[in-house]
T-cell receptor, first 110, second 115 residues
């Protein structure tokens, strides 16, 4: 069935390096995607979104890239900081409900 | 900044008991949601609610679950007869308009433990 998933369950980076978190989706009809950050003991927090009519969107230190040809979404975090350590979820708009992927845990080493 | 609030933060109950999880969505939001997250797993959609009725529900949201907006500010999730497998973190969320092309704002969750 249609689902959203992530390539890597964990990612460890050095403080100051750039991070790239990937997500594969299979519902070609999805037209809206969001990246959420979840810190320990907290609810998901919106980071950035992108609509299917765009390939790239930039925020503060974060960039989301969408490749509809291969149904791939990525989140790039520039100059990763210890506060970026969290689980990152991609989510897609799936027939009026938001479906989440499995999540990638990002660990930032000092 | 407005936020979604959930109470209680932790709920412990005996199997077979009823529980009610409470949420206060952001005041000008019109769509409300419940999600759950079993420890170490992904966030799973349960139900969406708009205009005092359920808009969408997942296969998880069976007859043991119900939602209600009892007044102008609260949004509740009731589990009638809890099972061990209902143990999870339950997140309430709201959005200003519908879920389509709209970001959701999540509360901090209620950790439900069924013993």
């Amino acid at each position: 069935g249609e689902n959203v998933g992530l390539h890597l369950p964990t990612l460890s980076v050095q403080e100051g390096d750039n991070s790239i978190i990937n997500c594969a989706y299979s519902n070609s009809a999805s037209d809206y995607f969001i990246w959420y950050k979840q810190e320990s003991g907290k609810g998901p927090q919106f980071i950035i979104d992108i609509r299917s009519n765009m390939d790239k969107r930039q925020g503060q230190r974060v960039t989301v890239l969408l490749n509809k040809t291969v149904k791939h979404l990525s989140l790039q975090i520039a100059a990763t900081q210890p506060g970026d350590s969290a689980v990152y979820f991609c989510a897609e708009d799936n027939n009026n409900d938001m479906r989440f992927g499995a999540g990638t845990r990002l660990t930032v080493k000092p | 900044e407005p936020e979604v609030t959930q109470t209680p933060s932790h709920q412990v109950t005996q199997m077979g008991q009823e529980v009610i999880l409470r949420c206060v969505p952001i005041s000008n939001h019109l769509y409300f949601y419940w999600y759950r997250q079993i420890l170490g797993q992904k966030v799973e959609f349960l139900v969406s609610f708009y205009n005092n009725e359920i808009s969408e529900k997942s296969e998880i949201f069976d007859d043991q679950f119900s939602v209600e907006r009892p007044d102008g500010s609260n949004f509740t999730l009731k589990i009638r007869s809890t099972k061990l497998e209902d143990s999870a973190m339950y997140f309430c969320a709201s959005s200003e308009q519908g879920p389509t092309n709209e970001k959701l704002f999540f509360g901090s969750g209620t950790q439900l433990s069924v013993l």
